[in-house]
């Protein structure tokens, strides 16, 4: 191999292709003629500057946007596991980042990614129907550890950039592919570059992706469609402006929809409970539907202008964005996954089948972003750059579900009409060159952080029946037809009168104005009519049944008269709370050239997450207990308790080195770093009911009704530290003739450090009082951190007849992990654990293979793939609760071929 080929461009190429690791595919570009290798330089923009990523003083990662088309990658969660310590998954529609074992569930309006997202440089703060921004790509890179000065917001575990590719001056392109694979799936995409003049061009680009569910109903009613088909698109339009060669100016406008069922995951308490273990289930993808259509419909759009303009000895560089999202998801969650003898665990089939619970989730966000940054050119001595970040953002926020055939549960609700945010910044980095082979990096960045929030949430309880009890009892809500009011809900304080007291005409109100449409067979609406309905009469004087309730699913007492028909008012608490943090950040590194071609470094760096406030939770007076004589005269005590938690922190020491060496014909990169994470005051997510929050807040819960302490939220809490520490290692080889090999390999310990006691918030305390009590998680390992994690990736390009044939086969490779922090845990039962609390994901080896046949200088190809040759069924998310175990999927076995013609 020739050595004097250039340093900057054989860096780039070699670390970025290993980067890549189980799908680098063909990153680099590498011709033999004689004994000169000519390689193309691709560089990366990971410290907001373009540089070699082998040059780069840290651990990142570079995905290629046509590698991840050639192995059939299709958004941004197929990342999942493609990178040691890169984890992203889809919760209910979620996109969850997790790097090292650093990551957020907290995906409510109060709550924020501990990765930050960004589609060309603009921060997304709420990344659902991002996952399909993969069109038109021209890579993906992935900052690993802390960015705390570099790309700011709440970037503790790192940061994942997807870069577009933007117009080409002078320059006519287009292309058309269409794909087609298993499970029906149909992918369009084009693309067209047109120049305006010499100093102007339009790229505009567009997709569309229709496919099945990946989840088969083999339930006994067959016309309720389930979760996981698609039905997205996607629209992209780059306006490139450069009058001179001192001022650019891109104006970019993006637009995503995506429909079709969503994302319900499937829940695995039935099985388990019954003593079945996961194992035993021949495909976790068969399942028993029952209820509704799950219904999706996601639009996610944004603009944004980017001015760079050169005056002199700096630039000045300008970006102005703002996003809309609109999620809404509605749903009904499969009653089992299926295994022999199912039907016989369900109950009653009639009542099993005949139930319409379901639930809504509703996120409405708009934000709006502006950075200003000075930057200094790069051929200084001292390279650097200042500015300022703003960032502000507006949410409106829903979850309604629904207890069809229920006695004593009737639904939730949470209404959130005005949730604010606000994050402003001031940051400075600078590398000095203090020899031609030493150089020293320091930056600063302060945070302020505010949040607000109005909104209410409720719990519905109404109950029906014959005298005693003794017959006849059911409630039917929710049922066909039905409709929350979410957003044009206009009572979020029950106490209308204003007295202080809330009366049962009033929960009555409060429960009506949150319902737009009352479905075909709900008898709420009939039984409530003519307002409260109570028991308290002499029987022979009560209503009769046959006038007051009509629908099925309650049948009349005997003597037609009803016992007990009334609204018992559960907990309404308004949802107001105020947050302020500020904080500050900083990273300080040093970096040596050994030679040319061998780079040693140590680095720290920090990074916060904001912290925040929970649901409000009624103080110690709370809604006044019941009155079973009559009217009930609740006191409403609007002075609810918010319990907020504290911002996390991440200091990351990294020491490394970076290398380059020939072995005869063959060119040899291996790269090493030890690195150590202390991570401070993390933050747990946890569903606990009201009397566990209560009891965490040192207020006594029974000072608060049952019914009010038995109402289930979610809970954040600062619950430990923890360090994650370990070794990452990857090299790369290229042989002669277009041959590569690639892979990385990474050590991982996560564990748990100075943890408070935390109650176990798989058992809810109205239920399980006894197992929903405290319990210590010191020394537990964090969730999503296999031991050892293995990508490697085999690749070749070779001349046949008229044209090129190049195919890559990439693996990975996991040890087992955790999904929760109580790692499968049964503190009852240690020897003999639950299979309900089963959080294990086992250890696993994927396998995807692609091909492609390029023809006709490049305007022709045609490509063939396999994604998950294995059909590994592993699960990417978990939620464990007093009735859950619901488990969402890797995508199963996918493959098709697709055709792209380019002009």
Not at 430 to 449: C, V, W
Not at 494 to 518: C, R
Request: glycine letters at 10%; aromatic letters at 12%; hydrophobic letters at 35%.
């Amino acid at each position: 191999m020739n050595r004097s080929f250039n340093k900057t461009a054989r860096r780039t190429v070699l670390s970025s292709a290993l980067l890549s690791t189980a799908l680098s595919g063909v990153t680099f570009a590498q011709v033999n003629d004689g004994d000169q290798i000519e390689i193309e330089e691709i560089t990366v923009t990971v410290e907001r500057r373009s540089q070699s990523l082998q040059n780069l003083a840290g651990t990142a990662a570079l995905f290629q946007g046509e590698d991840l088309k050639q192995l059939g990658v299709q958004n941004l969660t197929d990342l999942n596991g493609r990178f040691p310590g890169l984890q992203i998954a889809n919760n209910q529609g979620n996109v969850e980042v997790w790097i090292r074992g650093i990551g957020s569930s907290n995906n409510t309006e109060l709550g924020d990614p501990a990765a930050a997202t960004h589609l060309d440089g603009v921060y997304v703060p709420r990344p659902r129907g991002i996952g399909s921004v993969f069109f038109d790509i021209e890579r993906v890179e992935v900052n690993i550890g802390p960015q705390g000065t570099l790309r700011g917001r709440n970037a503790t575990a790192g940061s994942v950039n997807i870069i577009s590719i933007k117009p080409g001056l002078g320059v006519w392109d287009a292309m058309a592919e269409v794909e087609f694979g298993n499970f029906d799936q149909t992918t369009i995409h084009a693309m067209l570059n047109v120049p305006i003049g010499d100093k102007m061009a339009l790229r505009v680009s567009g997709f569309s992706l229709d496919h099945d569910s990946y989840l088969n109903n083999v339930g006994p009613v067959d016309d309720i469609d389930v979760a996981e088909a698609e039905n997205n698109l996607g629209f992209r339009a780059h306006f490139l402006y450069e009058p001179n060669d001192k001022l650019r100016i891109l104006l970019t406008g993006d637009y995503v929809q995506e429909k079709g069922t969503g994302f319900t995951g499937v829940n695995f308490a039935n099985p388990l409970g019954n003593g079945i273990a996961p194992s035993e289930i021949k495909n976790p993808r068969d399942v028993i539907a029952a209820g509704i259509t799950p219904i999706l419909d996601t639009e996610h759009w944004g603009a944004k202008i980017e001015i760079n303009y050169d005056v002199g000895p700096f630039n000045i560089e300008y970006l102005g964005s703002y996003r809309d999202l609109i999620y809404d998801f509605e749903a009904t969650t499969p009653l089992s996954p299926n295994f022999p003898g199912v039907l016989e665990t369900l109950g009653p089939l009639d009542e099993a089948f005949d139930n319409f619970s379901r639930f809504q989730s509703i996120t409405d966000s708009e934000s709006i972003i502006h950075e200003l940054r000075l930057v200094s050119k790069d051929d200084q001595r001292l390279i650097w750059s200042a500015g300022v970040f703003y960032f502000d953002e507006q949410q409106f926020s829903f979850l309604g579900s629904t207890g069809d055939r229920g006695l004593f549960f009737s639904g939730l609700e949470f209404n959130q009409p005005d949730t604010d945010g606000e994050s402003l910044s001031f940051f400075g980095d600078a590398t000095f060159e203090i020899t031609p082979k030493m150089r020293l990096t320091g930056g600063l960045r302060y945070t302020d952080d505010k949040k607000t929030r109005f909104g209410v949430n409720s719990r519905s309880v109404f109950a029906i029946g014959g005298e005693n009890f003794s017959c006849c009892g059911g409630v039917r809500i929710g049922t066909p037809g039905f409709d929350f009011a979410g957003k044009d809900r206009t009572i979020f304080n029950p106490d209308t009168g204003g007295d202080g007291f809330v009366d049962d005409q009033e929960i009555l109100d409060f429960f009506f104005d949150g319902v737009a449409e009352f479905g075909a067979r709900d008898n709420v609406d009939d039984i409530f009519a003519n307002g409260p309905v109570f028991g308290g009469a002499p029987f022979d004087q009560r209503p009769d049944c046959l006038d007051t309730v009509s629908g099925d699913f309650f049948n009349c007492p005997a003597d037609g008269k009803v016992s007990f028909a009334v609204p018992i008012p559960g907990q309404i608490a308004i949802q107001n709370g105020r947050i302020d943090n500020s904080f500050v950040d900083w990273r300080a590194r040093l970096e040596y050239d050994v030679t040319d071609d061998h780079l040693v470094y140590f680095s720290v760096s920090t990074g916060h997450k904001s912290g925040g406030f929970n649901d409000n939770v009624p103080g110690t007076e709370g809604l006044g207990p019941l009155n079973p004589g009559g009217a009930n005269n609740n006191q409403f005590n609007a002075d609810t308790l918010a319990p907020e938690f504290g911002e996390e922190k991440v200091t990351l020491f990294e020491f490394g080195s970076k290398n380059e060496f020939d072995v005869g014909a063959t060119g040899v990169r291996l790269n090493a770093s030890l690195f150590y994470n202390d991570y401070s005051d993390l933050v747990l997510n946890s569903l606990l009911s009201i009397a566990q929050v209560l009891e965490f807040e040192g207020v006594d819960p029974d000072t608060v009704d049952t019914e009010t302490g038995g109402l289930v939220v979610s809970f954040n809490f600062n619950a430990s530290d923890a360090e994650i520490y370990g070794a990452q290692l990857d090299g790369g080889f290229r042989f002669p003739y277009n041959i590569n090999f690639d892979w990385s390999f990474l050590w991982l310990e996560a564990n748990v450090q100075n943890s408070q006691p935390i109650q176990d918030f798989r058992f809810q305390a109205d239920v399980a009082p006894d197992e929903a009590v405290n319990q210590s998680i010191d020394g537990r390992r964090l969730p999503r951190t296999p031991r050892y994690q293995l990508n490697g990736s085999l690749s070749h390009m070779f001349e046949v007849g008229p044209g090129t044939f190049d195919w890559i086969m990439s693996a990975g490779w996991r040890t087992k992990q955790f999904l929760t922090i109580f790692n499968s845990i049964d503190f009852q039962n240690p020897s003999d654990p639950r299979l309900r609390l089963d959080d294990t994901v086992g250890s696993f080896l994927t396998l995807d293979f692609g091909s492609g046949y390029t023809l006709s200088e490049g305007r022709v190809r045609i490509e063939a793939f396999v994604n998950n040759i294995t059909n590994q069924e592993r699960e990417q998310a978990l939620l464990i609760t007093q009735f859950d175990n619901t488990r969402f999927f890797t995508r199963p076995r996918t493959y098709g071929v697709r055709l792209r013609l380019k002009s």
